[in-house]
């Protein structure tokens, strides 16, 4: 059972900054493919980004391109999500998630293990 924790969100001004992490309780967190959700109010939840076992490879939604950036330190068993040019349509709660297979990264059914969320808003 792989516990995941994320922190970092908050309230900032569009065109601002952020940068979430996840924590993982499991030691073999570089085991697992990592990724990141939004679900904004009334919305499904959204593929944003996800990475790769070793970090090599990295995935993202076509409108999160260039502006976020998602890295993990396997040695701090942390995943991160560096959001950049912020836009008041980024407001959502953001989930980090552990994908075991590695595969279809975007789908949210490959992922077992999901963190409680953190809340981001972005005011224009």
């Known amino acids: 059972q792989v516990q995941l924790v994320e922190s970092g969100g908050g309230l900032v001004q569009a065109g601002g900054s952020l940068r979430l992490s996840c924590a993982a309780s499991e030691r073999t967190f570089s085991r697992y493919a990592m990724g990141w959700f939004r679900q904004a109010p009334g919305n499904e939840r959204e593929f944003v980004a996800a990475i790769t076992l070793g970090g090599g490879n990295t995935y993202y939604a076509d409108s999160m391109k260039g502006r976020f950036t998602i890295f993990r330190d396997n040695a701090k068993n942390t995943v991160y999500l560096q959001m950049n040019s912020l836009k008041p349509e980024d407001t959502a709660v953001y989930y980090c998630?552990?994908?075991?297979?590695?595969?279809?990264?975007?789908?949210?059914?490959?992922?077992?293990?999901w963190g409680q969320g953190t809340q981001v808003t972005v005011s224009a």
């Open positions: 998630a552990a994908n075991p297979t590695a595969r279809a990264m975007a789908s949210m059914s490959r992922y077992d293990y």
